[in-house]
């Protein structure tokens, strides 16, 4: 349980690189496992959940070997897996277990998944009843891991609509669909991301996406590309939009970094807080647009928050509240009950560090409004509440505090972004890792 002291910066400066896109690694391991074929992947995000989810794979019998910096997947179709000798363990990470669970609930064999404590925690009922229409059989606890899935071997197909805007129910559903006969159809009540989708294509396998309704075929194989390359990850890169953002003389240029627009709802967010970012070099890689981000220190004011935009800025909240604390007036956010049940309770998280370090808050059921000042003293250590996105926020803002800031148990950082630290002093931040307790 390490600890991080975030020193007072001033600036930052330089071109970055940031890891590569954790939704995208993800189903590249996934995909790449299911396929028939060999998928190369370059730029796979070597963090903790996504190294999970490629472990949980090599455990069900895929050759999947590093080699040099990509990630080679001998992928065996789509009743190529085996039986894993143990129960799935899937750390922190709710994007692993929702969406394998699509994939493992039509298996010729049973399997158990479970996490840590902040996974433990997540509910798992929005997967389990589009599944169970689906013929799939899971026990849980009560709604929350762990998992008990009995293989059924086939599927059937549905028609459904999200309950809540969650790219990971529907790409849940559209992996279980693989295994079904006839057309599944879901419906979506505001577009989040499209990975699953885009590298569906990409694997041969056609999706039809209509507005908000996404049909596809069940019952075919996917086949392998050869390659795949996958993008710096924008929810990684939100930490040093803002901390430029916020910063005195900054001018840095964040590089190849993935710009769906199903994920760019925090520039946009920023944008009309007054933010200087530029999109530079917009292209696409295998089907998804990157671009290089430019970010200038700029002045900030306060916004109420478009609700069309919290879906795809819905991992960047941490982040947004930083800037929202360093802009003038008060930024409203409602909405957006779903940053509740992230790796932890983030308005609750947040709120609590942002008082930590004397900003005015106040929380409401389904978001928070924040009075932008002058970050003070800190009176307490900070919380990470087992939340990479939590420590990472806090850390940068250091940019804008003229106090050491204390964080408590940062080690979830490298579940999503294993070269923070090393990055942001890189950039001109001043952060100290101590381990032990
Ligand atoms: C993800 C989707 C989002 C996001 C998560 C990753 C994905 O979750 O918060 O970090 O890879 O599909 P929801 O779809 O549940 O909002």
Known sequence: MSKLIAQPANSLSGEIKIPGDKSISHRSIMLGSIANGITKVSGFLKGEDTLLTLKAFQDMGIKIEHKNDDVIIYGSGLYGLKKPLKKIYLGNSGTSMRLMSGILAAQNFDSELFGDKSLTKRPMDRIIKPLNLMGASIKSNNGKP????????????INYTLPVASAQIKSCILLASLYSEGQTCINEPIKT??????????????VNTNNNKICINGGKELVAPNQIKVPGDISSAAFFIVAAIISKNTDITLIDINVNPARTGIINILQLMGANIELINKRKLYGELIANIKVKSSNLKAIKI????????????????????CAEGETILTDAKE???????????MNDGLTILGIKTKVTDDGIRITGGDFKKPTDTIQSYDDHRIAMAFAIASLKCKHAIKINDIDNISTSFPNFI????LSGMKLKKIAGN
Do not use: C, Q, W
Not at 193 to 206: A, P, Q, S, V, W
Not at 307 to 325: N, T, V
């Open 193 to 206: 991301r499209d990975h699953t989708e885009i590298m569906l294509n990409f694997f041969g396998y056609k």
């Open 339 to 349: 940053l509740r049940v992230k790796e932890s309770d983030r308005i609750k998280s």
């Open 146 to 157: 762990p998992l008990i899935i009995k293989g059924r071997g086939k599927l059937k197909n």
């Open 306 to 325: 478009p609700k069309e935009l919290i879906s795809s800025a819905i991992d960047e909240f941490p982040a947004i509240f930083i800037a929202a604390s």
């Open 422 to 425: 090393e990055l942001a002093n």
